[in-house]
DNA sequence: CTTGACTCTGACGTTGCGTCAGGGTTGAAC
DNA sequence: GTTCAACCCTGACGCAACGTCAGAGTCAAG
């Protein structure tokens, strides 16, 4: 009874190419039996076989994977399908910031056609922001995570730019005055300027500079490419001066 | 000044592998200079380069593109982003088809270790019923697609088993009629049952029936593998007695 | 001069087939 | 019997973005 197929018309049935059908049969993952000419003959239970083939491909796993897992048949499928979802997960996880920093510089960008230079510098921005964002959350509190997705909206390109300069210029300003008294008033003002960066940072909330707090003390681990970023202000003298200021500030006798 | 780098320095420096480095030299992506023994050296301006390079990839732009994008710099880079979107945004729309077929399979099949092959089925049916809902809705309106939302959750395994049965028992029987006058009590029983089942699709909602009858319509534009699906209600003479039969019930003199 | 740390090019491997190329098989029409 | 279309077969190369040797040259230090 059981209709024999060849391979065109056993493809058709299955919704896949005639080609698919010698890889899957050279792979090992369904092998046909064949005329005495060579020909390739399916059956109607192959095409059971088939369909799973195609269901665990659509889930992203390899044929070589697909091929054990029917060889051993072990039960190991939900096993493999609790770690194909973790892949595909991470998988979305990434996906998802690539279009995220797509629509992030088409916004910024939109208005008048920039220059090329000008949207790529916005999505190169976007994207280190983002792993940026990714790692230094290990450092912050759920709350504190969530109170500055809030204060995020303040970083505007401008703002970030404005900060980022003052910055520069605060700790300048400091190495050409670290032969100063910490407590002298020179080196209150600097210690001032100090404090209100680094509020325009946390917005004066104490769950956010204790992240900040815990993530200066790691320094040693941070990812290769912040340390790079943070070059320009690795010189400890002007922390440690700052410290003292800070101190010299507070406890005034 | 401007210091030169070696390509182990600046591949660290950027991130990224000396074979990296090599491949985008042949590809014509970032071509550094050359000593005389051969050995590349890169500026730190070809930094920048390399950080777009990074950047594009990062959004799943190929490299070939990428060169053409640099290459003739015209500034085509905001559309090849708005294409590159729309092309992300299809692959998480795979993505996420793929890891709600494991969520469910996992759901339905997490009482107990079933076989990998019950698994596997619920694999295929979830896969199945996501692409047909994919293309049958261009049939629904909006508002016919919300409420097949709604009645998406009394779409269990056993009522879709016994839908299945019903309507192939029903079909059977009807083509067992055919001989019968549509408007004979027989005739109507058959009618009544049909008119029942369809129902129990529609919840007798006119909208979703509306939707129903326009793919019917469209039989000869369905995809492949539904036509297959199908394949045991093509009788078109069923169809037709069931619509004299209708006709016949309505219309009683 | 040797040694260790780099660098170079060339070439094969990976993943899932698509796409020829060269050559049999089959069933039907002439 | 032949011929023709329509299939079928088995290689083998191609693609994307490198990873991973392998064999060989370069450079600075001891």
Redesign the pocket.
């Known amino acids: 009874m059981s209709k024999l197929y ?6 058709k049935l299955a919704g ?12 090992g993952l369904l092998r ?1 039996s ?7 003959l399916y059956y109607l239970r192959d095409l059971e076989r088939l369909e799973q ?1 195609v269901a665990l ?1 659509f889930l992203g ?6 091929r054990m897992m029917f060889h051993r048949g072990t039960n190991g499928m939900s096993d493999s399908l609790r770690m194909q979802r973790r892949v595909l997960e991470e998988k979305r996880r990434l996906l998802d910031s690539a279009i995220r920093a797509i629509e992030e510089a088409e916004r910024a960008t939109a208005p008048g056609n920039r220059p090329d230079s000008a949207i790529l510098k916005k999505i190169i921005e976007v994207i280190e922001m983002q792993d940026n964002m990714d790692w230094s959350k290990k450092y912050y509190s759920e709350e504190a995570q969530d109170k500055i997705e809030e204060r995020k909206k303040l970083w505007s390109p401008e703002n970030q730019e404005r900060w980022t300069k003052e910055w520069t210029d605060l700790f300048r300003d400091v190495e050409a005055g670290l032969g100063e008294d910490p407590a002298s008033a020179k080196a209150q003002a600097l210690a001032a300027r100090w404090k209100k960066l680094v509020e325009s940072f946390t917005g004066g909330d104490p769950q956010i500079a204790a992240g900040l707090s815990k993530m200066y003390q790691d320094r040693p681990n941070w990812p290769a490419n912040m340390q790079q970023r943070m070059q320009p202000f690795s010189n400890k003298k002007v922390w440690e001066f700052i410290q003292r200021a800070f101190v010299a500030g507070k406890d005034p006798n």
């Open positions: 060849h391979v065109r018309e056993f493809a896949v190419t005639v080609r698919a059908l010698h890889h899957y049969d050279r792979l046909p064949r005329t005495e000419a060579g020909y390739r083939i491909k796993i390899p044929l070589k994977q697909i």
